[in-house]
């Protein structure tokens, strides 16, 4: 079992900044790529960044690519999304999740173990 919290989550006002941290525990050992989903009220769970653990490959959603980047500390098992140019349109519960294959994808059904989220709002 791995389990995945995340924090930093809060209120913004547009073109600010956040950023949010993953901390993953358990057998951490198991996962090879870790991935920040989110979803707003209504809507389906989107694909926002992936990051692999060995090498540090990534991708963006088109929506994120240039305000958001992801990145890991392998010695803290922790996975962050630094989050500029924020719009209204990025209010969403933010879920970071873990993959147990090298991969990266960008399907929710891909990752294995999910965290509870936590709330970004963006006020205009």
């Known amino acids: 079992q791995v389990q995945l919290v995340e924090s930093g989550g809060g209120l913004v006002q547009a073109g600010g900044s956040l950023r949010l941290s993953c901390a993953a525990s358990?057998?951490?050992?198991?996962?090879?790529?870790m991935g920040w989903f989110r979803q707003a009220p209504g809507k389906e769970r989107e694909f926002v960044a992936a990051?692999?653990?060995?090498?540090?490959?990534?991708y963006y959603a088109d929506s994120v690519k240039g305000r958001f980047t992801i990145s890991r500390d392998n010695a803290k098992s922790t996975v962050y999304l630094q989050m500029n140019s924020l719009k209204p349109e990025d209010t969403a519960v933010y879920y970071c999740a873990s993959r147990t294959y090298p991969a990266l994808v960008t399907t929710p059904s891909g990752y294995d173990y999910w965290g509870r989220g936590t709330q970004v709002t963006v006020s205009s």
């Open positions: 990051i692999r653990w060995s090498g540090g490959s990534t």
């Open positions: 358990g057998r951490t050992f198991s996962n090879y790529a």
